[in-house]
């Protein structure tokens, strides 16, 4: 079992930028995928970022490719993303996650295994 537990979000003007955490507790963290991902009021949660469990392979969505940094510190069992450039469509519900799965699956939100809480990110104009 992995139990995530995101923070960071708020309010933040247009072209700020904000920095989330997600703190993992249980074990082997470090043998897990991890992603971010995004839910905007009546839109379906999509991807944003996912970091491997050994190598720091990194994969963005297009929408925030060059914005955002998704990081992870096996050590610490902590993993962020950094976001810069915030536009209005950013705003959502971001959520981190967890999966003992395979690259090719780090984009589909099914494929994962646990899931924080979820911490709001509003952009306004």
């Known amino acids: 079992q992995v139990q995530l537990v995101e923070s960071g979000g708020g309010l933040v003007q247009a072209g700020g930028s904000l920095r989330l955490s997600c703190a993992a507790s249980g074990h082997t963290f470090s043998r897990y995928a991890m992603g971010w991902f995004r839910q905007a009021r009546g839109k379906e949660r999509e991807f944003v970022a996912a970091i491997s469990w050994s190598t720091g392979l990194t994969r963005y969505a297009d929408s925030v490719k060059g914005r955002f940094t998704i990081s992870r510190d096996n050590a610490k069992s902590t993993v962020d993303l950094q976001m810069n450039s915030l536009k209005r469509e950013d705003t959502a519900v971001y959520y981190c996650?967890?999966?003992?799965?395979?690259?090719?699956?780090?984009?589909?939100?099914?494929?994962?295994?646990?899931w924080g809480q979820g911490t709001q990110v509003t952009v306004s104009s």
């Open positions: 996650a967890a999966g003992a799965i395979r690259w090719g699956a780090t984009m589909t939100a099914a494929e994962y295994d646990y």
